[in-house]
């Protein structure tokens, strides 16, 4: 069976970036005007034909609240003068609860919206909590949410910007009084000096950050950056304040000037691969971090291996500039050539194709709540929705295996005219894991998934 493609959920301006409700069907959309649109796809999970006999309500918008509205984009230093004068929401994020939505802007501003206010357009007016002007030097470009294991510390804001600039933020302490003449002398102290409830800066990196991650344990943050470098920053509670602890094994790191750790410390930041690193998960049970890069290909990180890549996974013809993970072993991927991805790694194989923009870059994948949806953004301002039961099915995957229609042939001579070479460019060279049982019966379900996919002959004397 293919996958279902849903209703689109249609907003009033280009998204960057969503985030959805943990539990409720919610979504909340950062848009290229700096607003912020709450929408109900619930309806967008029935049939079309439900759809129609609802037509009437066919409006899935709960509100839009003009959060970074009123701010002037802060840029990059080699960026030209011609910018577009008002500020965007670039990167929105839903607490573990899903009470609080945070946000981050092209103008440098982080803040907290009341999800249960903003979820209605009678209250929504008032669901602003907080918000942080000139929270990072540069536009933010990626936010993310995480429980560190440091018991001085509660939940976090971690903020990437233009610029590399990474800041980590309690946000115990975060909250401010909404009154303009606040705001404005709470602005000015945050030019000169760490903002309100910013707790660690790190000013390690030369480009813009892509991506966020942490492990299970809450021990370690991980950021990809569009340098080359992946950073890793130690959470973990074992440094004294004004002592540097160096552990057995590890290099010492030479900090930037305007690096202030607080109660972490930088781990390490690996070599540069000459490559933009552009997305980021973490999987195989946490042994491996992946990063999508700008020339298509998956470059695999070994756990508490930083200095170099273990491993890489070509194939794609451009761009890898989302990554979703569905279990250990299997991987979305969304790339600049439009295409959504279905991927099996190490034993590495694709498997089939999720769906396409029509030519246009998928910039983000985002799982729904209870993972029933996947949501995707390109450079419409649709939001495109995809059935993902496919991915919850029992048995041999053998939905994901039917996916192998006309959409999987085009991206095959996609590649192939892309300077691919064969299906070869699409599985492992090199691996540095040992094989053990479990990987033996992943290896034999990636083969019972290969045969079910048409290989490039099949295909050309199909077409004849």
């Not at 115990?172 to 003449?181: A, P, S």
């Not at 000013?203 to 080359?228: K, M």
Request: glycine share 8%.
């Amino acid at each position: 069976m293919a996958t279902r493609v849903l209703d689109p959920v249609e907003c009033s301006a280009q998204p960057l970036d969503i985030a959805f409700h943990p539990s409720k069907e919610i979504l909340a959309a950062g848009l290229v005007d700096g607003t912020v649109e709450f929408h109900d796809y619930s309806l967008n999970m029935n049939s079309n034909v439900a759809r129609k006999e609802n037509a009437d309500e066919d409006d899935t918008i709960l509100s839009s609240i003009e959060v970074h509205v009123s701010e002037s984009p802060k840029i990059k230093l080699k960026t030209p003068l011609r910018v577009n004068p008002i500020s965007s929401c670039r990167a929105t994020v839903f607490s573990f609860l899903g009470d609080m939505l945070y946000t981050g802007s092209s103008g440098g501003s982080i803040s907290a919206i009341d999800v249960t206010k903003a979820s209605n357009h009678h209250t929504s007016d008032g669901s602003l909590l907080w918000k942080i002007d000139n929270a990072s030097p540069f536009g933010i470009n990626a936010i993310f949410y995480m429980k560190p294991s440091n018991p001085k510390v509660g939940d976090c804001l971690v903020t990437g910007d233009d610029e590399g600039v990474i800041r980590i933020w309690d946000l115990r302490i975060c909250g401010t009084v909404m009154n303009y003449e606040k705001r404005a002398e709470d602005a000015f102290k945050n030019c000169i000096g760490l903002p309100k409830g910013c707790i660690a800066s790190f000013h390690e990196n030369s480009d813009f950050i892509s991506s966020f991650q942490v492990d299970s344990s809450g021990d370690t943050l991980l950021a990809a950056s569009a340098d080359g470098t992946l950073t890793v920053i130690d959470l973990r509670n074992d440094c004294k304040e004004g002592q540097k602890v160096i552990k057995r094994g590890v290099e010492p790191v030479k900090l930037h000037q305007k690096t202030e750790q607080g109660p972490f410390r930088l781990h390490r930041r690996s070599d540069d691969q000459e490559d933009e690193l552009l997305s980021m998960c973490i999987m195989k049970g946490g042994r491996k971090v992946v990063c999508g890069t700008q020339d298509g290909i998956l470059n695999f990180w070994s756990w508490n291996t930083w200095g170099d890549i273990s491993d890489r996974f070509p194939g794609h013809p451009k761009s890898i500039d989302a990554l979703l993970k569905v279990d250990e072993d299997t991987l979305l991927t969304g790339s600049n050539d439009g295409i959504v991805r279905v991927l099996q790694l190490q034993p590495d194989k694709l498997l089939g194709v999720l769906g396409d923009h029509n030519g246009f870059p998928v910039e983000k994948l985002r799982f729904g709540a209870n993972n029933r949806v996947i949501g995707s953004v390109s450079y419409d301002t649709m939001i495109r929705m995809w059935d993902a039961s496919i991915f919850n099915d029992d048995g041999d995957n053998d939905a994901i295996e039917d996916t192998e229609t006309s959409a999987v042939a085009d991206d095959r001579d996609a590649l192939m005219a892309n300077g691919g070479e064969s299906e070869d460019d699409w599985e492992d060279v090199d691996s540095d894991d040992s094989m053990d049982d479990s990987d033996s019966d992943d290896n034999e379900k990636g083969r019972k998934r290969s045969q079910k996919l048409k290989t490039e002959n099949e295909l050309f004397f199909e077409d004849l």
